[in-house]
Structure formats: C-alpha cells, structure tokens
C-alpha cells in the first residue's frame, strides 16, 4: 500500500471564495465587524493567512464578497414573477422588501458596513438591483426616478431591519420616568403586535405593523395592475 499519499496535498481545496465568505460572516457575527481580520479567518478556516490572498486581495475585497453572500440570500423569485406578468409589480416588491428586511435582521451587522460599499464588485448584488429596477420600469416608473426609488426603498428595509430585534418596550413610557405623554402612552397600548410565538421570542412584537404600513406607503403608487390573472 502506498502510505505516501495521504501526506501529499489533500484532493480537495481547504480554502475558497465561499468558505472565506463563511468564515467571514461566522466572525462578524460573534466578534463584530471591528474583529474580523485576514489572521481570524485563517484560524477560523485552518489555513495560513497567506493562503487567503490567493483568493481576495484584502480587506475592500473582503467587503464584497461578504455583501455578495448576503445579498444571495434575498428572495428574487418574486421579481421574476413580476417580470413574466404572473403577479403585480407593487405585490413584487412588497415580497422582495419583506425577504431583504428579513435577511438583513439576520445580518444586522453588515448593514452599516454593506451600505457604503460599492455594488460593482458582488455580482448578486447587481443582479438583484437590476431586476428591482427592471420591475419598477415595468410599473410604469420613469427612468430618472428608478434608482431613487431603489435607494428610498432599501433605506427604509435597513432600518426595518434593526427593528425587528429591537426592545418591545421601545416606546414605553414609565410613569416613573416623570414625563407627561399620555397621547403617545395611548398609541403604545394601542399598537398591534405579532402572533403569541413572537411574544415570547427575542423579536419585536411591534415591528411587523408598522413595516407593512409603511411598506404600502412607499409602493403606494407602484401599478397593481398587469397580473396575467388580473383585470
């Protein structure tokens, strides 16, 4: 039997784009965005640090490979639905802004990082930025007013996403506190919450309502119409 082959290289890559990626997200998540370094993903995969350079350049590549694994994970499915006329363009992007929101409150440490990147080097991205724009042209939107709707759209789903992890008594006013606000004390009480199970869990009972609220806000004007099933 030949014994030297199990010394040799093994017949599989012990580091990639993918496992970097990986690797990456696993760092942020636990350390923060501050502790992620070239060294922690090496240990964190169990390579050299310079077996990485082989694959990004550094830490700007980095970046955008981590927001291209991010942005892989959104649902476009309904985008393309819109595209083929199988649902609305406003239904669409209702689905699409609720996956992203989703995503994101998942992620939630990557979106101040991932908002200032620049989307030309994660092809996902792109590819997904392109069918938002392709489905709000195809709602009859101007093209000088696509990508401010874009970035209108997807400034409200990052700050969405804080929001459903944020503390349920958010808004509470303690009588203890000392301040006189029984009109905003009212709206607290008032305010509709999420099912039993999300009561109990770490997410804001409070975050959905005012996500769909200000979601039909925003795509108010968006055509709901052009269906293949609709009038």
Not at 9 to 30: D, G, M, Q, T
Not at 36 to 45: G, S, V, W
């Amino acid at each position: 039997m030949n014994r030297a082959q199990g010394r040799g290289r093994p017949s599989y890559s012990l580091v990639n784009r993918e496992k970097i990626a990986e690797a990456a997200l696993a760092i942020i998540h636990r350390l923060g965005y501050d502790k992620l370094t070239m060294a922690r993903i090496a240990e964190q995969i169990g390579v050299s640090p310079s077996a990485l350079y082989n694959h990004v350049s550094g830490k700007h590549e980095l970046l955008l490979l981590v927001e291209d694994t991010v942005m892989g994970q959104v649902d476009t499915s309904p985008l393309y639905r819109a595209l083929d006329g199988t649902i609305t363009p406003r239904d669409a992007l209702a689905a699409w802004a609720e996956s992203y929101r989703d995503v994101f409150a998942r992620h939630s440490p990557l979106v101040s990082v991932i908002a200032h990147a620049p989307i030309s080097g994660a092809p996902r991205a792109v590819a997904m930025y392109e069918l938002v724009a392709r489905v709000y042209v195809r709602a009859g939107v101007p093209t000088e007013e696509v990508l401010p709707r874009i970035v209108m759209l997807e400034s409200f789903i990052y700050g969405s996403a804080f929001d459903v992890h944020a503390p349920a008594d958010l808004f509470r006013v303690p009588e203890s506190a000392g301040f006189d606000a029984p009109t905003l004390d009212a709206a607290h009480r008032a305010a509709p919450t999420g099912p039993e199970e999300e009561r109990e869990s770490d997410r804001n009972p409070y975050a959905d309502a005012p996500f769909r609220l200000g979601l039909r806000a925003l795509l108010r004007d968006v055509a709901d119409e052009g269906c293949a099933g609709g009038s």
